[in-house]
């Protein structure tokens, strides 16, 4: 089974640009979730959906920063403009809602904004 | 207040021998569920066990086991005959009760414990 898929791997980018970061959950997941990962403040939630609707966006650090989920399989997070504070990696985690609740993760975005 | 607590930065191992990361974590909600994640230097964030609040049985997967003590509240990973490959950031999580406060069942990370499994 396919795991959840991060797109780009890596990006590299210059101040002041949009930055878009696609994902695609786990096929039959209903709950997405947006992580940041720096050395400083080791993983933070941005923003999570369930059955497509944002439900929480407190983490997302300020207004440059959005997210969609236009349908079941498909997520974007975007910066604009872009800023090098925003240099981190990333992660992309998909939940069913159920069960456990176990979130699994994309292999993430390094993202770094000269 | 730390929710999740990993009092060990760094850690050393033989390969071949047991090695126990610690994590004890603060809650008042009577259902939770914990979890451990493992991060190589690749990067991803990889799901290793799960261990529920009302579960009466430690969890294990494999090489991994949960020593879940309640009443203490730790949650330590149980790593045994280690591997080279077990070399990595080890993440202690907790969910806790879907909707409580308003969380949705979010996780709550730790800070990490680095493994470094010796030849």
């Known amino acids: 089974d396919a795991g959840v898929i991060q797109s780009p791997r890596h990006e590299v980018t210059e101040m002041g640009q949009e930055v878009t970061l696609r994902c695609k959950p786990i096929s039959g997941h209903n709950s997405l979730f947006w992580y940041r990962q720096t050395m400083m403040r080791g993983l933070e939630l941005l923003i999570y959906?369930?059955?497509?609707?944002?439900?929480?966006d407190s983490g997302m650090p300020e207004d440059r920063f959005s997210a969609k989920m236009p349908n079941a399989s498909f997520s974007t997070l975007k910066i604009q403009p872009s800023e090098p504070r925003d240099s981190a990696v990333y992660f992309c985690a998909s939940r069913w809602r159920a069960g456990t609740d176990t979130q699994y993760f994309g292999p993430g975005t390094r993202l770094t904004v000269l | 207040a730390q929710k999740i607590t990993q009092t060990q930065p760094g850690m050393f191992v033989q390969e071949k021998e047991a090695v126990t990361l610690d994590c004890t974590y603060d809650t008042s909600d009577p259902s939770y569920g914990l979890f451990w994640y493992k991060q190589p230097s690749s990067g991803e964030m990889i799901f290793l066990i799960y261990q529920g609040s009302y579960d009466q049985q430690n969890a294990t997967e494999g090489r991994y086991s949960l020593n879940f003590q309640k009443a203490r509240k730790s949650a330590n990973l149980v790593i045994s005959a280690s591997q080279l490959g077990d070399s990595a950031m080890y993440f202690c999580a907790m969910r806790e009760a879907m909707n409580y406060g308003g969380s949705q069942g979010n996780l709550i990370f730790g800070k990490g414990t680095k493994l470094s499994v010796k030849p």
């Open positions: 959906f369930n059955n497509n609707v944002p439900i929480d």
